[in-house]
């Protein structure tokens, strides 16, 4: 993780297993395709004053190595065109490709304890800065408690398969967005700023025991009550970063898509035969049972990131002081109050189309109806695709054949006119590879209840804002489960970039 490091930067006592590293220059690389960020965003330099290393010699197999870092400065930079993708994680990579061994649990189970993290990135139309204090990183149980190491991951030899578990706290975040120097744009002056109390990530990693490889990651950012403060011109300067960015993050969505992995939900493993002699000679099926149901409970289907919002309070305000142009206001110095719980967004990348969503978080009847006519439209698309081949092919049997150097312009560009933009233009056989490798991309947005109360001014007195919009299940009689908004967007492509023909996305 390290570059340019010399022997007097170490302080190190073997035997004690005990050691100190000072001004350290990590290596941006390397901490890229740990984060596996996306490609609309690079990383130009991270430094470390100090860093201390603490390692239990003779209890490696159930407790963890602890590294400690002082204080963690990176800066960052976005990307107008997508940098090269993400390399293999520095696990595998370490691991030279080789099976899942003693040595790599020894580093995935690793605690890393940071007292201040400060992230820099500038683009190109503001700086946003994170501050985050008292971060830790460790690993846990499958229900997310502190325990042995050796529970801390889910090992099926059947299936060639380990299923890993780590969170990631910390006490506050600062996040703080400003504009760049720039005349043309004056609602961005104002600066953006949000501070949060503890929260954390849960991330489940799925890999391969070959090789050590990430086969697929479940991410769940968990938030807990939200206060945030915003001004009209604030408000609208998110509304600009937001723009500024959206070219470049396209671009790198379509990157991803392109180099999209195979998908990993309807796969099966074959096994090696290494493992094969594994369950031959076990002679405990009943524990070989239970670890097949273990893995089966907790099992990362595919690659998911999710954020949970347990209660947001969002307030709007009237800027005052901002120079705006003359507007018909009927008041002046008005506020607003939104109240949101239990927001979700789940994002689902690499989704086979077609395939089953019963695994994804949070199924509920409204996903499941979703999925009836949308797959009914993707059937009825795939059925108007052969038509159209079929009715492409037949015009190219009744025509009469010519040769190619003979052929004018003006026959060409008819014949490309008779073949639909994103038409098969390879073989049968082609053609139905590619419709078995359609994937989706899908967004799903629940909220379970929302309030949204009239606008209050200063000359009105303190009292408790009244609703003017809300969603009251309780008099409606509906379930509490069910939720208040459920928004699902869906799009489909091909993992190979090829111009196949795609279905309309879905919302």
Known sequence: FTKNLSPDKINLSTLKGEGELKNLELDEEVLQNMLDLPTWLAINKVFCNKASIRIPWTKLKTHPICLSLDKVIMEMSTCEEPRGPNGPSPIATASGQSEYGFAEKVVEGITVSVNSIVIRIGAKAFNASFELSQLRIYSVNAHWEHGDLRFTRIQDPQRGEVLTFKEINWQMIRIEADATQSSHLEIMCAP??????????????????????????????????????????????????????????EKSTEQRKSMAPEPTQSSTVVASAQQVKTTQTSNAPDVNDAIVKLFNDFDVKETSHHLVISHLDLHICDDIHAKEKESNRRITGGAMQLSFTQLTIDYYPYHKAGDSCSHWMYFSDATKTKNGWANELLHEFECNVEMLKQAVKDHNVGSP???????????????????????????????????????????????????IYQVSTAEQCRSSPKSMICCNKKSLYLPQEMSAVYIEFTEYYYPDGKDFPTAFPSR
């Open 192 to 249: 953006v700023r949000l501070i949060t109390n503890q929260s954390k990530i849960r991330v489940t990693l799925k890999r391969r025991l070959k090789d050590c490889n990430v086969i697929a990651t479940k991410l769940v950012l968990i938030l807990d009550d939200l206060l945030w403060v915003l001004t009209d011109s604030q408000l609208k300067a998110m509304v600009q970063y937001a723009k500024s960015l959206s070219e470049a993050i």
């Open 401 to 451: 054949p010519k040769s190619p150097t003979h052929a004018s312009p003006q026959h060409t560009q008819t014949e490309k006119d008779y073949t639909l933009k994103g038409t098969c233009r390879t073989p049968s056989v082609l053609c139905q590879q590619s419709k078995a490798k359609l994937m989706s991309s899908s967004v799903v947005v629940r909220l379970a209840d929302f309030n």
